[in-house]
């Protein structure tokens, strides 16, 4: 009997110094703000959680639209947490709920699971007092009839709205006309003309013939010169013979046109050219006068070297063979 009365003693005091997070549990409490509504009106239904920090738990209801027969969930405002100490804390969440049926209906517990243990709130009953048809009497009006107010649309027949397309098109075909009268009227041609592209070979001589007036070499300019000299080789090369030379390196050039049958015999004036241009441009070399006037010059012959054939010159060409043949034949 002493060693019972012993151990129980023990047993009590290792309780009493258990920590108090131990022993706390999880519990749940549902209420309402009004238990009685009108028919059509709100109340506020509360759900209280108290439970140990750091814990995190998932409330659950069975039909978060329907809460109960008849009875609606319209809202939820924001949770709120209160701090209990004792490492406690107490959870509020709200639901507005509104009902349009008249009865008692109740609102089943809800389940707040938290880990692997689950807690029920208790049931709740919400009466639903029909609107007594006296009141209806007393319904009136706060405000005088008033008048639609103008709207244009309103007044467009109906044809107008199903056709619409018609008169889209009516529209643009009007605003041609005017613009093809005034201008014929003004003696402008109706459709501006196709501007015409000049052709490579021209456009490198003209480009030549400008650099040349420029002087830019005589006034100091060598790196400058260089650049639109290259510059305007490289576009012909572009146009003349469809490579992309304006993106190519000089080197890349070069054995590029190796392959060309129409630039072999030519692609080493090209060379000398590109190579004294990348040393004045970029190894800051000043060439003497002689050899800039000499670039210039191999631009030229490269360019005239290459100049497309004329059909009718070579058409021409081959006929005075002909001739020549004939005439070799009967003498």
């Known amino acids: 009997m002493k060693h019972i009365i012993k151990y129980s003693i023990l047993l009590l005091a290792l309780i009493s110094f258990l920590p108090q997070n131990i022993v ?13 509504i009108l028919m059509g009106k709100q109340t506020v239904l509360r759900y209280q959680i108290v439970e140990d920090k750091g814990k995190e738990g998932m409330l659950l209801i069975e039909n978060p639209k329907l809460i109960a027969p008849n009875v609606e969930i319209i809202g939820q405002p924001k949770s709120d947490t209160t701090d209990l ?17 008249s009865g008692i209906w109740e609102i089943p517990a809800a389940k707040y699971i938290i880990g692997r243990d689950t807690v029920v709130s208790n049931k709740l009953n919400l009466k639903v007092v029909p609107v007594a048809t006296d009141s209806l009497k007393t319904i009136h009006d706060y405000k005088t009839v008033e008048e639609a107010p103008f ?7 109906d044809f107008i709205y199903n056709y619409w397309w018609v008169y889209f098109i009516v529209i643009i075909l009007v605003v041609l006309g005017i613009i093809i009268y005034s201008r014929s009227k003004k003696g402008k041609p109706i459709l501006k003309p196709k501007k015409k ?16 007036a420029a002087k ?17 080789l490289r ?26 049958d129409e630039t072999k015999a030519v692609n080493e004036q090209l060379k000398l050219i590109l190579e004294i241009a990348d040393y004045v441009k970029f190894a800051n070399i000043r060439p003497l006068p002689d050899d800039n006037e000499a670039a210039f010059n191999r631009a030229v012959n490269f360019v005239e070297d290459t100049r497309p054939v004329i059909k009718v010159e070579a058409e021409n060409e081959i006929a005075n063979k002909e001739i020549k043949n004939k005439n070799k034949q009967k003498k």
Do not use: C, H
């Not at 005589?218 to 305007?232: H, M, S, V």
């Open 151 to 157: 709207f244009i649309f309103d007044y467009i027949p």
């Open 197 to 212: 592209e000049i052709p490579p070979y021209e456009e490198a001589v003209g480009a030549l013939k400008a650099l040349k």
């Open 85 to 101: 100490d004792n490492n406690r804390i107490q959870i509020d969440r709200a639901y507005i709920i509104q009902s349009f049926d």
């Open 216 to 232: 830019m070499w005589q006034a100091g300019q060598e790196k400058e010169y260089y650049t639109r000299l290259t510059d305007i």
């Open 24 to 36: 706390a549990k999880t519990t749940i409490q549902a209420k309402l703000d009004s238990v009685a």
């Open 235 to 260: 576009q012909y090369i572009d146009r003349r013979f469809k490579i992309n030379a304006i993106e190519m390196t000089s080197s890349q050039i070069i054995d590029t046109l190796k392959r060309n």
